[in-house]
T-cell receptor, first 114, second 110 residues
Framework: EPEVTQTPSHQVTQMGQEVILRCVPISNHLYFYWYRQILGQKVEFLVS????????KSEIFDDQFSVERPDGSNFTLKIRSTKLEDSAMYFC????????????FGSGTRLTVV | RKEVEQDPGPFNVPEGATVAFNCTYS??????FFWYRQDCRKEPKLLMS???SGNEDGRFTAQLNRASQYISLLIRDSKLSDSATYLCGVTTDSWGKLQFGAGTQVVVTP
């Protein structure tokens, strides 16, 4: 079964450092997403990406966040200057045609900011 | 008012019993509805889409009530492996922004 792959599975970084979280969506999917889940809280939408541009972003997705699809297979989330409150599980997801078909999530990257 | 609301539970269910729970959504323009299952510290996994006419997948039955703006999930003949958090997901447009509720925890006991 096709899957969404995320690396690394766990990243520890110092406050103020930049991190890049990587995702390889399912190959024939066209819509890509990032979500985060702070421990004990709900899964929150960050950003959706279609046709090489952001289609929607949440209030959480401020100037310190950026996304990129650099080479047609990878989909990255960059956090420029990490804060303690960025510690969370970050999930990448992809969908074949639109969100109305449901997503497939990757297994996530646990980001710990110290 | 939260856009997608769920009873957090936990729903403690004896093995073999039936459990049902709802999810309410606030936006009447919501288009698509889903149930996801999330195990502890794992990714959400799509359990089933929810269609207007209701749909069933094995022991799982989902219903949509647009008039009252809620969806429901019923699990029959509960198994120990059904213990998880069940997330309700709702979209309002085709671009995506699947909004999740906080989840309903189900604990199936022997």
């Amino acid at each position: 079964e096709p899957e969404v792959t995320q690396t690394p599975s766990h990243q520890v970084t110092q406050m103020g450092q930049e991190v890049i979280l990587r995702c390889v969506p399912i190959s024939n999917h066209l819509y890509f997403y990032w979500y985060r889940q702070i421990l004990g809280q709900k899964v929150e939408f960050l950003v959706s990406f279609y046709n090489n541009e952001i289609s929607e972003k949440s209030e959480i997705f401020d100037d310190q966040f950026s996304v990129e699809r650099p080479d047609g297979s990878n989909f990255t989330l960059k956090i420029r200057s990490t804060k303690l409150e960025d510690s969370a599980m970050y999930f990448c997801a992809s969908s074949p045609l639109s969100a109305n078909y449901g997503y497939t999530f990757g297994s996530g990257t646990r980001l710990t900011v110290v | 008012r939260k856009e997608v609301e769920q009873d957090p539970g936990p729903f403690n269910v004896p093995e073999g019993a039936t459990v049902a729970f709802n999810c309410t959504y606030s936006n009447s323009a919501s288009q698509s509805f889903f149930w996801y299952r999330q195990d502890c510290r794992k990714e959400p996994k799509l359990l089933m889409s929810v269609y207007s006419s209701g749909n069933e997948d094995g022991r799982f039955t989902a219903q949509l009530n647009r008039a009252s703006q809620y969806i429901s999930l019923l699990i029959r003949d509960s198994k120990l492996s059904d213990s998880a958090t069940y997330l309700c997901g709702v979209t309002t447009d085709s671009w995506g922004k699947l909004q999740f509720g906080a989840g309903t925890q189900v604990v199936v006991t022997p």
